[in-house]
């Protein structure tokens, strides 16, 4: 059965840290596909990242970036100096090829940066 | 030019009422989605329509119906409310179905029933 663990909870950082969210998934698919999303303290859910199971480069968009790596069946996303405005919950979720189009989230990681 | 929007945003109760929560994309998207929010941050799907088919129904109680007079629109009616029915219920919407397509969100709503 498909899933998706944020064994972290809660991280704290002060601003300009760099900070690492871990997810790891269990999958039987060989074709699936990885997501980050982000929610925000005004609570809208804000699309992040896409990732096929075929591809494994790792991928950089400004302060954020993705670890793709399926030895370890991970998708971490790390934040590099963090701002006061990268707090939110943080959510990974995972869709199978053999399960429609159906979303599974973990259950979110919430960071908080300080001043 | 919001992309997915719901009405109401906020929706306060009473047990046993019947409510309504609106969403609509103006994406051109063939495929919408309800997914509920509990207390704790879970995010579950609840129902997935095709333009205007349900693909999706993942155990919901039958008090929850999804309704989809076109494909830009996906309202969800409850009937008979119950306590712990309270969550943030948020449509979302894909330009096709398949596990490959990104899913886009509305604002949520919150629904608070007393």
């Known amino acids: 059965a498909q899933k998706v663990t944020q064994a972290q909870t809660e991280i704290s950082v002060v601003e300009k840290e760099d900070v690492t969210l871990d997810c790891v998934y269990e999958?039987?698919?060989?074709?699936?596909?990885l997501f980050w999303y982000k929610q925000p303290p005004s609570g809208e859910l804000v699309f992040l990242i896409r990732r096929n199971s075929f591809d494994e480069q790792n991928e950089i968009s400004g302060r954020y970036s993705w670890n793709f790596q399926k030895s370890t069946s991970s998708f971490n996303f790390t934040i590099t100096a963090s701002q006061v405005v990268d707090s939110a919950v943080y959510f990974c979720a995972l869709s199978e090829a053999g399960n429609t189009d159906k979303l599974i989230f973990g259950t979110g990681t919430r960071l908080q940066v300080f001043p | 030019d919001t992309a997915v929007s719901q009405t109401p945003k906020y929706l306060v109760t009473q047990m046993g009422n019947d409510k309504s929560i609106k969403c609509e994309q103006n994406?051109?998207?063939?495929?919408m989605y309800w997914y509920k929010q509990d207390s704790k941050k879970f995010l579950k799907i609840m129902f997935s329509y095709n333009n205007k088919e349900l693909i999706i129904n993942e155990t919901v109680p039958n008090r929850f119906s999804p309704k989809s007079p076109d494909k830009a629109h996906l309202n969800l009616h409850i009937n008979s409310l119950e306590l712990g029915d309270s969550a943030v219920y948020f449509c979302?919407?894909?330009?096709?179905?398949?596990?490959?397509?990104?899913?886009?969100f509305g604002p949520g709503t919150r629904l608070l029933v007393l």
């Open positions: 999958t039987r698919d060989t074709t699936y596909y």
């Open positions: 994406l051109g998207h063939d495929t």
């Open positions: 979302a919407s894909s330009q096709f179905t398949g596990p490959q397509e990104t899913q886009y």
